[in-house]
Every structure is written in C-alpha cells, then in structure tokens.
C-alpha cells in the first residue's frame, strides 16, 4: 500500500509539473502576440467564452478606423496558438461588421463564436 501512495503523488507532481509548463508556454505565446499586434496599431480584443467547451478569442491592430493586423484562436485547451484572420485585415471597421457579424449567417457553425469575440472587439473599439 505504501507504494502505492508514492507512484500516485508522483503521478500527481508530474501531472502539476506539466500542467504549470503548460500555461507558461500559452501566456509567453499571447505576449508575444500582443507584441507584435502592438507594432501595428491599438489592440482590441473580443472573447467568446463557454462553461465548458469551444471558445474564441479575437485580437486585432487597429490604426486609423482600419484593421492593420488580425488573429484568433479558438477552441479548448492550452495547447491552443493564435492563427492568422487575413480576411479581416486591410479592411475598415465599419465593413467588418456588415461582413462577419452578421446574424443570419452567423448564428451556426464554426464561425459562430468567433463573430461573437469580433462583435465584442467591435463594441469595445466603439466605447472607447
């Protein structure tokens, strides 16, 4: 039984171990991307977030009304790494509204939470 007990905090500190790398790895990822959208432009950012499950977060480098710079990540897991969203850039805020929020096209599908996190970029970049 004593063996037992040592193979299982072991297994516990292993499991810690990689959990804390883990995050290490996601947050030096998300400063590295917030550093480089930081050479185009004003950031804004969006999420999307779940209980349980997908979510989406949206981060753009806005100069000047227009989208200089653009990328998401969406999805679970720490594993996660932010990907290019060319089809944003280069475009006025204004039209990125009509184009991807819009709620008939929208409301399902894989692109659903990821509108939800530019809508929410969008209303943040408006309050300012």
């Given at each position: ?88 850039e280069g475009k006025?805020?204004e039209d990125i ?32």
């Amino acid at each position: 039984m004593g063996d037992m007990n040592v193979i299982m905090i072991v297994l516990l500190v292993v499991l810690v171990a990689i959990q804390a790398w883990a995050v290490y790895a996601q947050r030096k990822h998300i400063r590295e991307v917030g550093d480089e959208l930081r050479t185009y432009g004003k950031i804004i950012t969006g999420t999307h977030k779940t209980i349980m499950g997908r979510g989406c977060v949206v981060a753009m480098a806005v100069k000047g009304k227009t989208v200089k710079r653009a990328k998401f990540v969406s999805g679970m897991g720490t594993f996660k790494r932010f990907r290019n969203f060319p089809e944003a850039e280069g475009k006025k805020i204004e039209d990125i509204r009509a184009e991807f929020i819009n709620p008939y096209l929208t409301k399902k599908g894989k692109n659903q939470f990821r509108a939800i996190a530019l809508e929410n970029a969008l209303n943040m970049y408006y309050e300012k």
